[in-house]
């Protein structure tokens, strides 16, 4: 994990806060909400280095989604045309 445990949890309280509706004086109940959330994932992940599992992150793409892929870099992308030259057009 990249940001520091802290952070984490300042950024998780901050969004339950704005799902919330922006309530007052419920800081307190937000960032023990936010380290409830930071602890039990703490855990899963635990969990799955202990069972040898891979995080999502590390996967390889399925065979459907590869495909998916490769079609798309085949394809020429059409080019936009900037606003200013279709004005001049005009």
Not at 2 to 7: G, K, M, T
Not at 9 to 37: C, F, L, M, N
Not at 45 to 60: F, T
Request: no cysteine.
């Amino acid at each position: 994990m990249l940001e520091s445990r802290d952070e984490w949890i300042k950024k998780r309280a901050y969004a339950i806060w704005e799902e919330e509706g922006y309530p007052t004086g419920r800081d307190v109940t937000h960032w023990q909400q936010a380290s409830s959330e930071r602890i039990a994932l703490e855990k899963s992940v635990g969990k799955e280095s202990k069972l040898g599992a891979k995080s999502k992150a590390k996967r390889k793409p399925t065979v459907a989604v590869a495909a998916v892929v490769e079609e798309a870099a085949d394809k020429p992308t059409a080019r936009r045309t900037p606003k200013k030259a279709v004005k001049a057009k005009a």
